[in-house]
């Protein structure tokens, strides 16, 4: 009986089958090299997607470690800089603990800094209670704080005078009409003789650093004035600080020398120790003097915004007198709270600041931060809460100098209500130009 074989043969059954089968000996060289040429490409596909993925990788290591690289290069140099500054406060108060300084020969003042301790300490005695006022809650702020007005009129004798009862340091600065940059006001760094050319610019903002590190907010002021600052071009020579005056205090970097001298710096004995990096001390305040005449340059509107404009009258001024001066006001007294001052209850500071919001809400973010520093130095150094004093302060000093440099401030910018207010109260003092 013919049977038929139902069940499946495997595939080990049937290769034992083949290799039975009587097949010629080309066609099983052909199988066996097809199936080599097979499992070779087999290996060589997986090893190129194997070698692919391990480039992949490297280039992923390589690009980590470069930024790894350039992370610990930055660190490196905050480092040093670090390093460096430490050192340089610890040789300074070494030396400092060893040598008097200017204001070792003054204590600091313990009372509120008032205009009427002012008056009593000045060289002076007819300067106006506004006039003081004024400048002394410019003072607090970070704007140059420009005095204008005829030859003559005593700008640069005002400056002398109130730092002198502040026993402030004043270093006055005669600008050239040749300034063009900010190394004819800074100095730099001479690479034939390997040294820094300095300027008392420089120095006085060097002080005003030492001895910020020696008293920190107990340290003097350091009044910087820049007289007849516009011979030249003030953005030309002061553009560095026009902008690093907007920048938060820790920003504040002032680089004097090139970096490739970061090596040489680190040496002790180097001269150029001095001249390191450092921070604008916040102990040092700018002032500027103006003459209106042919022979100078009007201010440009990046000028304008950052400044802060009084009037100098001429007047007949008494006799000097030579007031005995052995206290200095120290930069927390200039940053008082008025509350040290004024005990009053019944004015509301934070309304009257809303209110006067609302009559300058079209001015920029920057003059609203000077308007209130400057409100609370108002309260502080005048002792009552006028609001509409101070209102005038700030439109005399602020908006009519812009409002005058048509280039740089547009009638459209003002309130209807400060419009008006100008045009009515201040129509004599749009004539002039800053």
Known sequence: MLSLETTPRSPLALSSSLRTTDLPADLENAMEVRTKTYQEHLIDTKLTRKSRELDEVQKQLKSAQANLDDSLTALNIKSQEVSAMEHR???????????????DTFIEEESPLTISALKERLEYKNYTRNLLVSFLSALRTNQIITLFGKPGSGKTTFVSAVSAALGAKCTMISVQNNWTDGMDLMGYYNPAKEHFESTPFTEALLDAYDESLRYGEHSRLHIICLDEMNLSRVEYYFAS????LQQKPKDRQIKLLPYYLQNKL??????????????????VRFVGTINSDDSTNLLSPKVIDRSFFIEMVSGNYEPPCTPQVQTYYSLAALNQNPDTVMSDDRFDADRDLRDMMELFKGESFRFKSYLKDM????????????????????????????????????????????????????????????
């Open 241 to 244: 600080f026009l902008s690093l």
């Open 89 to 103: 406060k610890q040789l300074l108060l070494e030396q400092l603990g060893s040598q008097p300084t200017d204001s």
């Open 266 to 283: 680190q040496n002790r004995d180097s001269g150029l120790q001095r001249y390191k990096d450092f921070i604008l001390p916040s102990n």
């Open 375 to 434: 409100w609370l130095g108002f309260q502080s150094f005048s002792g009552t809460h006028d609001v509409s004093s101070f209102e005038i302060l700030m439109i005399k000093g602020k908006i009519l100098p812009a409002v005058r440099k048509k280039e740089c401030y547009q009638y459209g910018q003002l309130t209807p209500l400060l419009n008006d207010r100008i045009h009515g109260e201040f129509y004599d003092h749009l004539g002039g130009a800053i």
